[in-house]
């Protein structure tokens, strides 16, 4: 054989011995276009920018468990490195690849919690459901958007989600970032709504609603002198013992089951000279709510009805007055502004003639 041709054969052994023991470059640097994805996509992609090649088995690691790293740029140690912290397996060098095995460290559970809050207002949503679907355990956040799921074992799988919110999944959870605070974004946007009325109505005459003063006129109490509790008489279910008396009597029930409100203060008198008159100046009332039925329970506990007299507050921006005599009194009424658009003043009186017809009688008995 020629001189040559053995120097050529020996030359090809050597070069294919130097490359069987070319030992992996752990210091190189790489950079991956994506710093979340699956570990088969990661590890595809690392393996062709350092021309490393890379071995594991699905027992060790599901393909398509879904990590995330902390940056792009690594070194070929550093990705290793963080790949067995999130992941919690292991690796070795054996023929010029990697091997990805399993940790030889005991796995411990742990307890992983958090917040979850609204991605747009930042308000904690109650009840969202936080389910670990790698050991089927799930839990809701509380009323403050806390939540703790326990973890038992490695590659969990979370999945948070709430009622009209875009779900969001946790992967690559690790004893370390035990610690997660979750922001989901509404799924719908429901854009402002606004009602308006057709038309005007000056009074209302219906059980739990709202009749204002423009009826004063309408039903007139005895002697022409203007009554509130008398125009009540004339709702449905609402009756008195007698034509003028001022007892009201709601679906049959007693006068004293009749809880009475001025301003919120409950009224246990409401009438003047044995029921002919109300305590109530209709100069000052602004509206009266009258429930006879379905009201509320912060009312406490009567039986038949509800009625809450709202008094003015007076006009903030004009002084207004009016006076009257009638067969049985006067009655003077004023209102106006103190500090304009700020303050103002209401200020009514009346009196009765009868004071002086039956004085003569009551001093002498």
């Known amino acids: 054989m020629p001189i040559k041709k053995i120097l050529l054969f020996c030359t090809c052994l050597f070069g294919l011995y130097a490359v069987s023991n070319a030992q992996i470059d752990f210091d190189r640097s790489f950079t991956l276009i994506s710093k ?83 991605g747009s207002s930042g308000e904690a949503i109650i009840g969202a459901v936080i389910y670990n679907y790698s050991d089927e355990i799930g839990t809701l956040t509380n009323e403050f958007g806390y939540f703790s799921v326990k973890i038992m074992s490695p590659n969990s799988f979370v999945k948070v989600s709430s009622l009209s919110y875009v779900s969001d999944t946790l992967m690559g959870i690790s004893m370390q970032s035990n610690r997660v605070d979750v922001s989901l974004l509404p799924r719908y946007t429901i854009p402002e709504i606004i009602v308006t009325p057709l038309d005007e109505i000056d009074s209302k005459y219906i059980i739990d609603d709202v009749f204002d003063n423009t009826a004063d ?29 001022g007892n009201i009597l709601v679906r049959g029930g007693g006068a004293d089951q009749n809880l009475m409100l001025m301003d919120g203060v409950p009224i246990y008198e409401t009438t003047h000279l044995l029921g002919l008159t109300s305590i109530f100046n209709d100069e000052v009332i602004n509206n009266v709510d009258v429930s006879t039925s379905s009201f509320s329970a912060k009312y406490g506990g009567r039986l038949s009805s509800v009625i809450d007299v709202s008094v003015k507050n007076g006009n903030k921006f004009h002084h207004t007055g009016s006076a009257s005599i009638g067969l049985l009194g006067a009655n003077l009424h004023a209102e106006g502004p103190i500090k304009k658009k700020q303050t103002s003043y209401n200020f009514a009186a009346r009196t009765s003639y009868i004071n002086q017809l039956i004085r003569p009688l009551a001093n002498q008995y």
Do not use: C, M
């Open 36 to 118: 979340e994805n699956t570990f088969e996509n990661l590890v595809s992609e690392v393996a062709k920018s350092t021309k490393i090649q890379f071995s594991y088995s699905s027992a060790v690691v599901d393909p398509s468990t879904y990590v995330r790293l902390s940056r792009n740029s690594y070194t070929v140690q550093e990705f290793l490195n963080e790949i067995k912290k999130t992941l919690l397996i292991d690796y070795v060098e054996f023929n010029d690849k990697i091997l990805f095995v399993e940790l030889e460290e005991k796995w411990e559970d742990f307890w992983l919690h958090g917040y979850v809050r609204d």
């Open 217 to 245: 006129n309408v039903n007139p109490s005895l002697f022409g002198e203007l009554d509130v509790l008398q125009r009540i008489k004339f709702l449905p279910g609402v009756q008195s013992g007698s034509e003028v008396q």
